[in-house]
T-cell receptor
Framework: QKEVEQNSGPLSVPEGAIASLNCTYSDRGSQSFFWYRQYSGKSPELIMF????GDKEDGRFTAQLNKASQYVSLLIRDSQPSDSATYLCAVNAGGSEKLVFGKGTKLTVNP | DTGVSQNPRHKITKRGQNVTFRCDPI?????LYWYRQTLGQGPEFLTYFQNEAQLEKSRLLSDRFSAERPKGSFSTLEIQRTEQGDSAMYLC?????????FGPGTRLTVL
């Protein structure tokens, strides 16, 4: 069973703080890792992807990948109320094109 | 707006009826995916196409479900003899490389 696990949340942080979202995956053959943001009632929006071990930064977002530990994280710096959403971790199933998603972590940024 | 469109956006039907959804991917993307998402869960893979060829189907896709992508352009997903358990958001995604971009989804409610 190929699984993606996310910290259950919900996660609440004050405006301006760093939000840390975590994800582990079971399939060692996975090569591509994605973070999607989903507002209530909307479809998932791709915000970050990472393929190599280490950190990848894009504006206020940093994705971190550790393949040895099968761990992916997303840091959101200077969190804003508009960041309040559910964040979905997705991993490509090794040897397949499809994505396997976690259940998501709901983030609330309080003004 | 990712450039992926889905119609209809909402569909309410009675149990036992057939429904069909349409997805128009981004024109230069040759791979198209269908996912289903229920409340509190991440999207679950249903099937995907490369051009007009259906390359993978999930075990979730029972005999009542069928998908097509004639001419490798738009795709349709049909559910026959709908059941209340089919109520969900049906999401279509098209891909550039490994990055999947979702359409707005079709929300199906089966009464």
């Amino acid at each position: 069973q190929k699984e993606v696990e996310q910290n259950s949340g919900p996660l609440s942080v004050p405006e301006g703080a760093i939000a840390s979202l975590n994800c582990t995956y079971s399939d060692r053959g996975s090569q591509s890792f994605f973070w999607y943001r989903q507002y209530s009632g909307k479809s998932p929006e791709l915000i970050m992807f990472i393929y190599s071990n280490g950190d990848k930064e894009d504006g206020r977002f940093t994705a971190q990948l550790n393949k040895a530990s099968q761990y992916v994280s997303l840091l959101i710096r200077d969190s804003q109320p508009s960041d309040s959403a559910t964040y979905l971790c997705a991993v490509n199933a090794g040897g397949s094109e499809k994505l396997v998603f976690g259940k998501g972590t709901k983030l609330t940024v309080n003004p | 707006d990712t450039g992926v469109s889905q119609n209809p956006r909402h569909k309410i039907t009675k149990r036992g009826q057939n429904v069909t959804f349409r997805c128009d991917p981004i024109s230069e993307h040759n791979r198209l995916y269908w996912y289903r998402q229920t409340l509190g869960q991440g999207p679950e893979f249903l099937t995907y196409f490369q051009n007009e060829a259906q390359l993978e189907k999930s075990r979730l896709l029972s005999d009542r479900f069928s998908a097509e992508r004639p001419k490798g352009s738009f795709s349709t997903l049909e559910i026959q003899r709908t059941e209340q358990g089919d109520s969900a958001m049906y999401l279509c995604a098209s891909t550039r490389g490994f990055e999947q971009f979702f359409g707005p989804g079709t929300r199906l409610t089966v009464l």
